[in-house]
């Protein structure tokens, strides 16, 4: 259970996230949406200790994360991927991976451990088969293609076995038909790994059709929560966001 | 072990005499290496380079200063050619050079740089001797001291003191005012703006590697009658104008003066209270600056 | 979003693979190997010359070794590693001379000091990134340099540790036999390269990798950069260190130039002039200077010439160091091989 209760940050008096509290369930999938500087990325950053929250709380379970560090935050289990996607340009896919898992078992103090145990590369291989990168495994993460690192970027994220996976814009800069594969993707992982995903997503059609809870930003507050019926039927969010008409292809 | 010697630092401090000569002696210290300094701090905030063989062209202007003035006889042909020499060279320098390793990684700049450190060197060895010389003190300036408030003068450290001075108002004024200067300074915010105006970059980037090399060169040439010049020396010059750069922020004008004159105090007072240790109390005094403010006194915050 | 994005432009480089197979025992015999060739070599070649040009080559190959850990598999190009080099010359030569302990106690107690010595200025250091970096690293090398110019009665100033360094015999080692010296200094080499190949090749070096790719992404797979960066720093100063020790050992004194920042200097180059993707790299550069240092300082007076121009090469021409350039090399063939 993620809880956010009464998170604010200013930037230089600009609120960029105004007293917001929600809740995500255990296993939820849920979508960010707002237009532009609606503090959709802040949310994000504060949640991950990227950005140190001003007030309010981000409960795990009941443990508080505000004003931790994002290592810490992470080992708590909230992993990210990001909108640009962040990697590692020099290492391989399955180094990034082994790497990585080596990193979470806390064995970065300890020397004495040679690639590859045995549960490493199985946590990595799980990883990797899940992203369907198995088959690129020794491509080094530079010359993969643009989709392929933001795969390899989520399965950065997904290979420390987060409670928590918060996807930036997963398929930014993505042509129309890879977007919606990397969804089918996104909502693969929620349905198999059984984790609570929230991901920032800018196309309505996919919003609508695979996210079964919505949170709609809006200067840095939150308009609207809701499935998406409700959403498409609230009056303040037709109003301030999607405009009275053509909400199908609104994009931001 | 003598680390300390406060009692000589207080006598002196409460000795208007010993005040003034302290002072005089840290300002042409400090004067020098802001000439150097400054040089250092534009080529790094044009072109992002660290020019680690900036200490080169101090030497090299040094020499050439006595050969000149050994040829000619006369100093302001001496000064002049210390500083039109040294300009020269920084040219070819940087566009033979330097050129070809902007963008590439710190390291390699490093490198090349190391390595005209070494060849100038014994350039300058193969040229000039191995052995201290002395370019010695023009005739002119072969007069009883001056005394102020019974402080012992010189009055070549005046004239150091009044060229450097005047070469720090017309390069102020110069950036501030001038087109060129603007370009500059443009350039150091922001260099890719430059070559978007349609200015040639090239030109502008030699153009600063030769602006560095005169103000090292100038300096050189006015130290050369009152130190004794080895190939070499622009290395110990180098550090500390490193050191001047660094505390005063890379990169800015104002900081490499602030900075050289802080310098140039903290050597001229410190060789008192700390004889020994004069060099340690620099390193000392830039590492409490780059932990409390990693950008320097006056650099600009990295965001 | 650009602090995000950093990391995007680092360059890619190639690094080791990670083997599939357990290999675990390869490095060692490979090092045991090595030091059995090294160990028979007085019986071939008896030539003093020869044996002093290796235990140079250990301490120096120690020094530059650990210094790519920092440069290379890091990203932290440090320019002032060279002070505990000079740290490790100069605490093993007092201990003995002051203290007469046994050679193993003074060792040992070098290393400790060495440890505090590199928390302290590490944990300054590593805050700052790449250019301040290197500069408040050469910072602390010039201030130790300068307190042991300064400290004479204790350093004996510019003069350096003079009178010789007592090498009492130890477990039936006698360091002041040459051959027991020479077979100790080969023995610290392959045992240090070995450590260090094991910290490359650990989870840990992996972890060093990610940061000198991306360090925000790497914080963001829950690495504590600062504390790894630091942890890094502390080991490479350890084997740096151990390198001073062969070194006061094999001069018998310290001197000044140990502690000076061209000792970082060489380091760096010769990383450059070997290459910082292998790990071997180094340790090929050191031979290679070495070498180049002894010719050219028999041929000519003048040998910065030399060496600044061999350094152009290598920075301007090649634009990689050689054993990057053979490694290359190497893959081209196999990949024309192959297609």
């Known amino acids: 259970m993620l809880e956010i209760r009464a998170l604010s940050k200013s930037f230089g008096g600009v609120k960029a996230t105004d007293n917001v509290s929600l809740d995500f369930a255990d296993g939820s999938l849920t979508a960010v949406i707002g237009p532009n500087g609606a503090g959709k990325s802040?949310?994000?950053?504060?949640?991950?200790?990227?950005?140190?929250?001003?007030?309010?709380?981000?409960?795990?379970?009941?443990?508080?994360?505000?004003?931790?560090?994002?290592?810490?935050?992470?080992?708590?289990?909230?992993?990210?991927?990001?909108?640009?996607?962040?990697?590692?340009?020099?290492?391989?896919?399955?180094?990034?991976?082994?790497?990585?898992?080596?990193?979470?078992?806390?064995?970065?103090?300890?020397?004495?451990?040679?690639?590859?145990?045995?549960?490493?590369r199985d946590r990595a291989e799980h990883a990797m088969e899940l992203l369907g990168l198995a088959g690129k495994r020794n491509r080094t993460a530079a010359t993969l293609s643009h989709g392929d690192q933001k795969l390899l970027d989520i399965a950065l994220a997904l290979v420390l076995d987060p409670k928590v996976l918060l996807l930036d814009e997963p398929t930014a800069g993505m042509g129309t038909e890879e977007r919606w594969r990397m969804i089918d993707k996104v909502r693969e992982l929620w349905e198999k790994q059984k984790i609570t995903v929230v991901f920032i997503e800018h196309d309505m059609d996919i919003v609508f059709k695979i996210a079964p809870q919505i949170v709609v930003l809006c200067y840095g507050r939150i308009l609207a929560t809701g499935t998406p019926d409700a959403i498409r039927s609230n009056e303040a969010v037709i109003e301030a966001y999607l405009g009275s008409d053509d909400h199908a292809g609104a994009v931001a | 072990m003598i680390f300390v010697d406060l009692d000589a630092l207080a006598s002196c401090l409460a000795?208007?005499?010993?005040?003034?000569?302290?002072?005089?002696?840290?300002?042409?210290?400090?004067?020098?290496?802001?000439?150097?300094?400054?040089?250092?701090?534009?080529?790094?905030?044009?072109?992002?380079?660290?020019?680690?063989?900036?200490?080169?062209?101090?030497?090299?202007?040094?020499?050439?200063?006595?050969?000149?003035?050994?040829?000619?006889?006369?100093?302001?042909?001496?000064?002049?050619?210390?500083?039109?020499?040294?300009?020269?060279l920084g040219l070819i320098f940087e566009r033979a050079f330097m050129s070809r390793v902007y963008g590439r990684d710190v390291l390699m700049q490093l490198l090349v740089c190391y390595a005209f450190v070494l060849i100038f060197d014994d350039v300058v060895r193969m040229i000039w001797g191995p052995e201290f010389k002395s370019m010695g003190m023009p005739a002119a300036f072969q007069v009883p001291p001056l005394f102020i408030a019974g402080g012992v003068v010189p009055p070549y450290y005046l004239l150091l003191i009044g060229v450097?001075?005047?070469?720090?108002?017309?390069?102020?004024?110069?950036?501030?005012?001038?087109?060129?200067?603007?370009?500059?300074?443009?350039?150091?915010?922001?260099?890719?703006?430059?070559?978007?105006?349609?200015?040639?970059?090239?030109?502008?980037?030699?153009?600063?590697?030769?602006?560095?090399?005169?103000?090292?060169?100038?300096?050189?040439?006015?130290?050369?009658?009152?130190?004794?010049?080895?190939?070499?020396?622009?290395?110990?010059?180098?550090?500390?104008?490193?050191?001047?750069?660094?505390?005063?922020?890379?990169?800015?004008?104002?900081?490499?003066?602030?900075?050289?004159?802080?310098?140039?105090?903290?050597?001229?007072?410190?060789?008192?209270?700390?004889?020994?240790?004069?060099?340690?109390?620099?390193?000392?005094?830039?590492?409490?600056?780059?932990?409390?403010?990693?950008?320097?006194?006056?650099?600009?915050?990295?965001? | 979003m650009t602090e995000l994005q950093a990391g995007q432009g680092a360059q890619p480089l190639e690094v080791p693979r990670i083997d599939a197979r357990p290999q675990r025992y390869r490095d060692l015999l490979i090092a045991l190997a090595a030091f059995s060739v090294l160990a028979l070599l007085p019986m071939v070649f008896g030539s003093k010359q020869l044996l002093d040009f290796v235990i140079r080559c250990a301490a120096y190959g120690l020094f530059a070794t650990s210094l790519n850990l920092l440069v290379g598999y890091t990203g932290l190009i440090s320019f002032g590693h060279g002070m505990f080099f000079g740290l490790g010359a100069y605490g093993f030569g007092l201990m003995m001379q002051k203290t007469g302990v046994p050679i193993p106690v003074a060792f040992v107690a070098t290393l400790a000091i060495?440890?505090?010595?590199?928390?302290?200025?590490?944990?300054?250091?590593?805050?700052?990134?790449?250019?301040?970096?290197?500069?408040?690293?050469?910072?602390?090398?010039?201030?130790?340099?300068?307190?042991?110019?300064?400290?004479?009665?204790?350093?004996?100033?510019?003069?350096?540790?003079?009178?010789?360094?007592?090498?009492?015999?130890?477990?039936?080692?006698?360091?002041?036999?040459?051959?027991?010296?020479?077979?100790?200094?080969?023995?610290?080499?392959?045992?240090?390269?070995?450590?260090?190949?094991?910290?490359?090749?650990?989870?840990?070096?992996?972890?060093?990798?990610?940061?000198?790719?991306?360090?925000?992404?790497?914080?963001?797979?829950?690495?504590?950069?600062?504390?790894?960066?630091?942890?890094?720093?502390?080991?490479?100063?350890?084997?740096?260190?151990?390198?001073?020790?062969?070194?006061?050992?094999?001069?018998?004194?310290?001197?000044?130039?140990?502690?000076?920042?061209?000792?970082?200097?060489?380091?760096?180059?010769?990383?450059?002039?070997?290459?910082?993707?292998?790990?071997?790299g180094p340790m090929v550069g050191t031979v290679l200077l070495l070498i180049l240092n002894d010719t050219v300082t028999r041929l000519t007076e003048y040998h910065g010439i030399v060496l600044g121009i061999v350094i152009l090469f290598f920075a301007i021409g090649l634009r990689k160091g050689l054993m990057d350039f053979v490694v290359e090399w190497f893959a081209q063939r196999r990949g024309e091989g192959r297609g």
């Not at chain 2, 890379?250 to 240790?277: E, K, T």
């Not at chain 3, 510019?158 to 020479?182: A, C, E, K, T, V």
């Not at chain 3, 790497?218 to 740096?240: C, E, M, P, T, Y």
Request: glycine share 12%; aromatic share 10%; hydrophobic share 55%.
């Open chain 1, 42 to 120: 802040t949310f994000f950053n504060l949640i991950t200790g990227a950005l140190r929250p001003d007030a309010g709380q981000i409960l795990l379970n009941g443990v508080d994360m505000a004003g931790k560090t994002p290592p810490e935050i992470v080992r708590h289990g909230i992993g990210r991927a990001f909108q640009v996607a962040s990697i590692f340009p020099s290492l391989t896919v399955e180094e990034t991976m082994l790497a990585a898992v080596g990193a979470d078992q806390r064995r970065a103090s300890v020397m004495h451990h040679r690639f590859p145990l045995a549960e490493t």
């Open chain 2, 15 to 88: 000795s208007p005499a010993c005040l003034v000569t302290q002072t005089t002696s840290g300002l042409i210290i400090g004067m020098l290496l802001f000439l150097v300094a400054v040089g250092l701090t534009l080529i790094f905030g044009v072109l992002k380079v660290v020019n680690f063989s900036h200490g080169a062209f101090y030497m090299f202007g040094a020499y050439f200063a006595m050969t000149a003035y050994q040829l000619s006889g006369s100093f302001a042909l001496a000064i002049l050619s210390g500083a039109v020499g040294t300009a020269l």
């Open chain 2, 164 to 303: 450097a001075l005047v070469a720090a108002v017309v390069l102020g004024l110069g950036l501030a005012r001038s087109r060129i200067g603007k370009v500059i300074r443009a350039a150091a915010h922001n260099p890719g703006m430059v070559s978007a105006l349609g200015i040639n970059t090239g030109l502008i980037y030699g153009g600063v590697f030769a602006l560095g090399g005169m103000l090292a060169g100038l300096a050189g040439a006015l130290a050369a009658p009152v130190r004794s010049l080895t190939p070499g020396m622009g290395f110990s010059v180098l550090i500390e104008s490193f050191i001047v750069t660094v505390i005063g922020g890379m990169g800015s004008i104002l900081g490499a003066l602030i900075g050289a004159l802080l310098i140039g105090l903290i050597r001229s007072f410190g060789s008192l209270g700390f004889p020994l240790f004069t060099e340690g109390l620099m390193y000392l005094f830039m590492v409490i600056v780059l932990v409390s403010r990693p950008t320097g006194l006056f650099g600009k915050e990295v965001a």
């Open chain 3, 114 to 280: 060495t440890f505090v010595v590199a928390v302290v200025i590490g944990a300054i250091c590593v805050r700052l990134k790449e250019i301040y970096f290197a500069f408040v690293t050469l910072a602390f090398q010039m201030l130790i340099h300068s307190t042991i110019l300064s400290w004479q009665s204790l350093t004996g100033g510019d003069q350096g540790l003079r009178g010789g360094i007592p090498r009492p015999p130890f477990l039936g080692i006698d360091l002041s036999n040459h051959l027991h010296l020479y077979i100790t200094s080969c023995a610290l080499l392959v045992i240090g390269l070995l450590l260090m190949r094991q910290i490359a090749q650990s989870p840990f070096g992996y972890t060093l990798r990610m940061i000198r790719d991306n360090a925000t992404r790497a914080s963001f797979i829950g690495i504590d950069v600062w504390r790894a960066k630091l942890v890094i720093f502390v080991l490479a100063a350890l084997f740096a260190a151990t390198g001073g020790i062969i070194m006061a050992l094999f001069v018998s004194g310290a001197y000044p130039e140990f502690a000076y920042w061209t000792i970082s200097g060489e380091g760096i180059f010769i990383n450059m002039l070997g290459g910082v993707t292998t790990f071997l």
